[in-house]
Each structure stands twice: as structure tokens, then as C-alpha cells.
DNA sequence: ATTGGGAAAGAGAATCATTCTCAGTAAGGA
DNA sequence: TCCTTACTGAGAATGATTCTCTTTCCCAAT
């Protein structure tokens, strides 16, 4: 295992071994990129972090990489409506369990993550997601919520 | 007042004076082509539609009618993750209102509406909204609700 | 009715995120 | 060590969307 990565390496090489897939130097790389961060990166701004440690990676190899976390349920793909994907890592074990949904300013792109007024929602999704499981005989295996408004900022203008 | 398109026209043409637009013969042939289906439209598809009927009405006038739909709240666009746009007309001041979301499968890309189990969400939403609102100083104008799932024809493989 | 000016449209080129191809590299098992 | 397969980097290709440019249309003031 090498090192310089954080204790998600191991749960990582896990995840990975279970689906037939190496955990390589670049996968890493990018996994820790979006560990050490909470932003919503896009696939070239996770190639510049990135290419900044390991000059070597190419493009290509981030998004395939992605596309393969995405699979693996390491990290969920976003749109949040400009025009490029972004990506989070999914924390759903870590200590301290950021759960949250996104509020999307439609002028200037910027993303709010929110957690509170929350506990209900789970309540009602998680009954939700069962009657429409049985319903339309669906898998579901997640849902998002966004709101789309205009921030206080862009309000001001 | 042209002929040959839904009551719908009234309503549209007073939303596009609102904001200072024209509804001309191309907006009302891709209005119309969206009220007359609950399909989740893409911009080609749409285009497809109309050309059948209007064959000089180009592709870029399709791309730039439905941003316009989407800024004066006619439509609503969605990203169902196959890579392209789809478009919705708003039906809120129809008769039988068709409030929903959606559920999508991630192997075929089936796009199910579901209205079942929506109105204690409507509550909870309300609510949530207006405590967002306060909180972050956003103007919410709108949420999206989607669940991501494997369908029951895709499951029996 | 005529005309002047801004809005809107059509065609095709340009853009840009993403995906694909291909040839080379690395890693793990026999 | 060898072999098979996964993985990679580079660059080309793709495809949805946007932009540019010229022409056309609509409306209001004359």
C-alpha cells in the first residue's frame, strides 16, 4: 500500500478488489484529491490538482478513473447545470457523516451545500423510496435534491 | 393570433410580452410539440418533431427557443445523465395538474414520472424552502427531486 | 401604406466537455 | 520468468450546444 495517502486508501483498495480493479497510483491520486476537499470539482479541475503532484497523468485517465469511482460508489456525479459535471467523494463512513443536499444559484453557478432541516426528509425518502421500489418495481439505490434559486449575492445586483 | 395551436397560446403569448419577447411561429411550434406529450424531450428530438411540420425551422432555433422557454418559466430542463438536455412543459395552471418527479434507471435510461407519496413532500418541501431561504438569503424558485435506480425490466438480466 | 430599427431566424462554423482508439506499460498469477 | 489482462497517456474523434453572420420579420411611428 503506498503511502502518503490517508486511511481511505484502505477502504478504497477494498472497494476496488471486490469489483475486479486495481487501486493504481493515478486512481489514488484522484481519490485523494477529492478527499482533501469538499468543493464540487469538475473533471479538469481535478486533472489540474492533480497533474500538479503527478505531471504524468494524462486527461483521459481522469475521467476514466471517475467514470469507474462513479461505479464503484466511491464518489457521486453531479449536474449542476453549467455545462460540466462535478464530482464528490462519498463520505457515508466517515466519522462525522456530512449528508447534504445542494442549493444552486442560477446566475453565477455558485453551490451551497445544506444539511439542516434534513432529519425529516430522510424520514420521508426512506418511505418514499420503499413504496416506490414495491410500486414500479425499481432498484433504487439513490436520490438527489436540489434547489435552484438565486443567491444573496446576485440578489444585490 | 395564429390558428392551429392550443389554448395553451393565450397564456404563452401574455408570458413572452411579460418579458418583452415575441411569440412567434417557431416558439409556439415548439411549444406545441411540447404540450402535446409527457415524453422527456431532447432538443433534437424536439427539433425532428417540428421539422415535420415546419421544415425551414433550424436546430439553432430550437437550442435558443428552449433556453428562452426555460428563462421565462414555460419549460423546465432536466439532466437525466445520457449526456443530453430534456424539456418539460410547466404544466401548474393546467386543469389536472401533473405535479411529479422522476425515477431513472441507469442501465436503459427509462425515465418514469411518479406523482404517488408527493403530497406530504409538498409539505416538507414548503417548509424546508422557506428555511433555506432565510438562512442562506437564496430566492428559491424551484427544486428537483430524482431517483437513480435499476428498473425491473433491466433487473431480470 | 411605407419605412426604419430592433428582434428573431437559418445556416453553418466553432466550441468544449467527454469519449474513443491505439500502442505501449505495469502487475499479478502460473 | 513469462503471459495475460488491466491500465495508461496522447491525441484524435465525437456530439451536444453555442456562436457568428447575414437575412428576414414584425411593429410602431410617420
Redesign the pocket.
Known sequence: MPRGFGKGAMLWHGR?RKHG??L????QAILDVLSRTTKHL???EIYIEVHRI?P??????V???L?LLVQVSLIFKFDFGD???RYELIRSLEREYHYHHHLICTQCNRVIDYTEFIKDEMELFKKTEKNLSKKYGFKINRHIVQFYGVCDKCIRR
Not at 24 to 27: A, F, I, K, V
Not at 56 to 61: E, H
Open positions: 476496488f480493479y486495481r493504481t497510483l493515478p486512481r469538475s473533471a479538469e503527478y504524468s497523468i494524462g486527461l483521459s485517465t475521467y476514466r478513473t467514470e455545462g460540466k459535471a
